[in-house]
């Protein structure tokens, strides 16, 4: 059975299925979707070593103010800004640039500033930044990535923030994507899957709003 891509409309080969947060969407849309995330995310690391060595920089010049003790305080404290990157409306520099925002997965609601630590902190300690960026690299091809589960968050692409998968209050079935608007009957026409919280007035379409 084909389905219908909920980001773009376009009909999803069987052997072509990606399932983002669950859902079946196309492998062009999420492969935008991914790369957006990817380049964020080096735009972010850029950023950060950039400051870092800004730092090393003026720890160079010597200077009699900077003690051992204030320079390690300042490096953690650089350090520390990386965690906090998502916390500005749950979008960091990569991530306003690029058209995605870090939302809280209960309410949609953007991420605060403790949210983005929880799902960051492991990218900040330099021992194992290594092993954690490729983890998170590798995770975030499926949706959430090593971080998202404790701070129980997940990204969306602004353009489709009121599609699925972004927005599972959206109007299409969790299964097959079929289109359920007006739907009253409780059940996917399409495939069968019971449809919860239906209405006696049916399923609305939440794009609008």
Not at 62 to 72: D, G, K, Q, W
Request: charged share 20%; hydrophobic share 40%.
């Amino acid at each position: 059975m084909d389905a219908s891509c909920p980001i773009c409309g376009h009909e999803v080969c069987g052997w072509l299925r990606y399932r983002p947060y669950g859902l079946v969407v196309c492998r062009r849309c999420w492969g935008k979707f991914i790369n957006r995330r990817q380049a964020a995310f080096l735009i972010d690391w850029v950023l950060w070593m950039l400051a870092m060595r800004a730092l090393a920089h003026v720890r160079g010049f010597n200077m009699p103010s900077l003690t051992v003790a204030r320079v390690l305080a300042l490096t953690c404290v650089v350090s520390l800004l990386f965690a906090f990157k998502d916390g500005f409306r749950g979008m960091s520099p990569g991530k306003y640039v690029l058209g995605l925002q870090v939302v809280e997965k209960s309410t949609l609601r953007p991420a605060g500033f403790m949210a983005s630590f929880k799902r960051n902190i492991h990218l900040s300690i330099p021992c194992i930044q290594v092993l954690t960026v490729l983890i998170a690299a590798y995770t975030m091809n499926k949706g959430p990535r090593w971080g998202d589960g404790w701070a129980g968050t997940k990204v969306i692409w602004r353009e489709h923030a009121h599609k699925r998968p972004f927005d599972p209050r959206s109007n299409v079935c969790l299964t097959c994507s079929y289109g359920l608007t007006g739907n009253v009957s409780g059940i996917c026409p399409e495939c069968g899957t019971p449809i919860p919280n239906t209405g006696k007035d049916g399923i609305t379409d939440s794009r609008g709003q």
